[in-house]
């Protein structure tokens, strides 16, 4: 089927022009090397601002030495954290639709010189059926991920798309919001990705050293530097106002790609009025037939991953911070505390995954994953030591309020007004059809615990939605 819509915004930028400017990125890092302790503590009074650090500021904690500063770095994330986001999660799967892919990243299960994989590309039958058993466990979000490949052109994901909204399971599930990982386009497709009622386009630069860049990407239509790194100026021209950023982490010093995200940032922001909606910085993990990532040039190990993380929060408060099923359940714990907005849970990364068994078919992944528990037995954990709100709220996606006035609101803090009711009604519903009984008492208990705190007026409006919730009613959100 053809899909066809008007482009929605014009801006004016170079796009043979790199923003990434790897001298004064090395500058900044190297004049911001061996800080002061005062350098520091500055800083981290500044972050407690919540209006976000510079690129000089970054540098600044990142190359921190001292540890009990670095303990005070980890305090004020979880500060700002729950200050901005409360104690909310956001719940998503991915849904891999293809690992056809034209592209040969060095670092990739899905790289086209890999001939080990066995390729596949779902027929829209078979997508309905991956969505249904996502929906029987409970989730509302889905990042559909497609392989970088002339056949996952934009008139196919629309379908796939749309095929995925169609799907009802008899047991109320339903999938509200289909974020998007694609190949970059031209900004007439991005249009027409958008008539597809997307959420967030998501797309990663991987490493924005353009000399590493070059060297792991060896061929396909990858190769060209400029051409992804301006994909997300091309969406938003399209009208696609909430895009993700990401880095992986491993494949050139993580200070480098830390502030070169933080530049891209900024750049979004200074170009379009509005930055990132989310952010994504997963670390390199090991993927069949490649070589670099059973041995990353520049492994991160636990200690800088948190730091990574933590340095994120308090440079752009206002911004998701996503965290994927690579880290172990013991490391996702600790990120949740320091910043981490968004988690997968219960995550296949293969075509097919979720229908094919109960057993994970490790060849044919993407990556190696870290935590292999179930939506229930994450939730209940999320519940239980974290004593966070398991969140499927896609009520700011349905009432418009993305890209610039979601940011807008978010910098005055409507968390109390909308996020937290949302959660909790969403949670319920969630406890109400999908819940094992021990995990439903665990949730309502600490829905209780979250209406007392709230003021007498909003807990009885929440209270309502909830009796609503509890009669049948579903999908209610302020």
Same mark, same amino acid.
């Given at each position: 089927?053809?899909?066809?819509?008007?482009?929605?915004?014009?801006?004016?930028?170079?796009?043979?022009?790199?923003?990434?400017?790897?001298?004064?990125?090395?500058?900044?890092?190297?004049?911001?090397?061996?800080?002061?302790?005062?350098?520091?503590?500055?800083?981290?009074?500044?972050?407690?601002?919540?209006?976000?650090?510079?690129?000089?500021?970054?540098?600044?904690?990142?190359?921190?030495?001292?540890?009990?500063?670095?303990?005070?770095?980890?305090?004020?994330?979880?500060?700002?954290?729950?200050?901005?986001?409360?104690?909310?999660?956001?719940?998503?799967?991915?849904?891999?639709?293809?690992?056809?892919?034209?592209?040969?990243?060095?670092?990739?299960?899905?790289?086209?010189?890999?001939?080990?994989?066995?390729?596949?590309?779902?027929?829209?039958?078979?997508?309905?059926?991956?969505?249904?058993?996502?929906?029987?466990?409970?989730?509302?979000?889905?990042?559909?991920?497609?392989?970088?490949?002339?056949?996952?052109?934009?008139?196919?994901?629309?379908?796939?798309?749309?095929?995925?909204?169609?799907?009802?399971?008899?047991?109320?599930?339903?999938?509200?919001?289909?974020?998007?990982?694609?190949?970059?386009?031209?900004?007439?497709?991005?249009?027409?990705?958008?008539?597809?009622?997307?959420?967030?386009?998501?797309?990663?630069?991987?490493?924005?050293?353009?000399?590493?860049?070059?060297?792991?990407?060896?061929?396909?239509?990858?190769?060209?530097?400029?051409?992804?790194?301006?994909?997300?100026?091309?969406?938003?021209?399209?009208?696609?106002?909430?895009?993700?950023?990401?880095?992986? &982490?491993? #494949?050139? !010093? *993580? @200070?480098?790609?830390?502030?070169?995200?933080?530049?891209?940032?900024?750049? =979004? +922001?200074?170009?379009?009025?509005?930055?990132?909606?989310?952010?994504?910085?997963?670390?390199?993990?090991?993927?069949?037939?490649?070589?670099?990532?059973?041995?990353?040039?520049?492994?991160?190990?636990?200690?800088?991953?948190?730091?990574?993380?933590?340095?994120?929060?308090?440079?752009?408060?206002?911004?998701?911070?996503?965290?994927?099923?690579?880290?172990?359940?013991?490391?996702?714990?600790?990120?949740?505390?320091?910043?981490?907005?968004?988690?997968?849970?219960?995550?296949?990364?293969?075509?097919?995954?979720?229908?094919?068994?109960?057993?994970?078919?490790?060849?044919?992944?993407? &990556?190696? #994953?870290? !935590? *292999? @528990?179930?939506?229930?037995?994450?939730?209940?954990?999320?519940?239980?030591? =974290? +004593?966070?709100?398991?969140?499927?709220?896609?009520?700011?996606?349905?009432?418009?309020?993305?890209?610039?006035?979601?940011?807008?609101?978010?910098?005055?803090?409507?968390?109390?007004?909308?996020?937290?009711?949302?959660?909790?009604?969403?949670?319920?519903?969630?406890?109400?059809?999908?819940?094992?009984?021990?995990?439903?008492?665990?949730?309502?208990?600490?829905?209780?615990?979250?209406?007392?705190?709230?003021?007498?007026?909003?807990?009885?409006?929440?209270?309502?939605?909830?009796?609503?919730?509890?009669?049948?009613?579903?999908?209610?959100?302020?």
């Amino acid at each position: 089927m053809s899909h066809h819509a008007p482009l929605t915004k014009q801006r004016d930028y170079d796009v043979n022009h790199s923003f990434i400017n790897d001298d004064a990125i090395w500058n900044i890092i190297n004049a911001c090397a061996q800080p002061s302790r005062d350098q520091v503590q500055q800083v981290l009074a500044k972050a407690r601002l919540c209006e976000g650090l510079d690129l000089s500021d970054a540098a600044i904690l990142l190359q921190n030495t001292e540890a009990d500063l670095t303990q005070e770095l980890f305090a004020v994330a979880r500060e700002i954290k729950q200050k901005i986001y409360g104690n909310r999660i956001v719940l998503f799967a991915p849904l891999y639709v293809s690992n056809h892919c034209a592209n040969s990243c060095s670092y990739c299960a899905f790289a086209a010189d890999n001939h080990q994989l066995k390729r596949r590309t779902l027929k829209l039958d078979e997508i309905r059926e991956e969505t249904k058993v996502l929906e029987r466990m409970g989730h509302k979000r889905i990042l559909a991920v497609y392989g970088e490949h002339p056949r996952n052109n934009v008139n196919a994901i629309v379908d796939s798309i749309q095929a995925m909204y169609a799907v009802r399971d008899e047991h109320g599930g339903e999938i509200r919001r289909i974020n998007v990982n694609a190949a970059p386009m031209d900004s007439s497709d991005f249009a027409i990705l958008k008539t597809a009622k997307i959420g967030t386009y998501q797309c990663f630069q991987e490493t924005y050293h353009r000399d590493t860049y070059q060297q792991v990407h060896k061929k396909g239509k990858k190769k060209d530097y400029l051409y992804r790194l301006y994909a997300m100026h091309r969406a938003m021209e399209a009208g696609i106002d909430d895009v993700g950023i990401g880095a992986l &982490f491993g #494949l050139y !010093d *993580h @200070r480098f790609d830390l502030l070169a995200l933080l530049t891209h940032a900024q750049q =979004l +922001e200074q170009d379009w009025g509005c930055g990132p909606h989310t952010i994504s910085f997963p670390r390199i993990e090991p993927a069949q037939g490649s070589d670099i990532s059973e041995n990353p040039p520049y492994a991160i190990d636990d200690d800088r991953f948190r730091l990574i993380v933590a340095v994120l929060r308090l440079a752009v408060p206002y911004t998701g911070l996503i965290l994927s099923t690579r880290e172990t359940p013991e490391m996702r714990r600790e990120l949740i505390n320091m910043g981490v907005s968004q988690i997968s849970a219960s995550s296949r990364t293969y075509p097919g995954a979720y229908v094919d068994s109960l057993v994970e078919q490790v060849d044919k992944q993407q &990556f190696s #994953l870290g !935590d *292999h @528990r179930t939506m229930d037995e994450v939730v209940q954990d999320l519940v239980d030591n =974290l +004593e966070s709100v398991p969140s499927f709220c896609t009520g700011c996606y349905r009432k418009g309020r993305t890209g610039d006035h979601f940011m807008g609101l978010a910098k005055q803090q409507f968390i109390g007004k909308f996020c937290q009711p949302n959660a909790l009604i969403t949670f319920r519903e969630y406890l109400n059809d999908f819940a094992n009984e021990q995990t439903k008492a665990k949730g309502n208990a600490l829905i209780e615990r979250e209406l007392a705190k709230m003021s007498p007026a909003r807990a009885k409006n929440v209270r309502g939605c909830l009796a609503r919730t509890d009669a049948g009613e579903r999908d209610i959100y302020l």
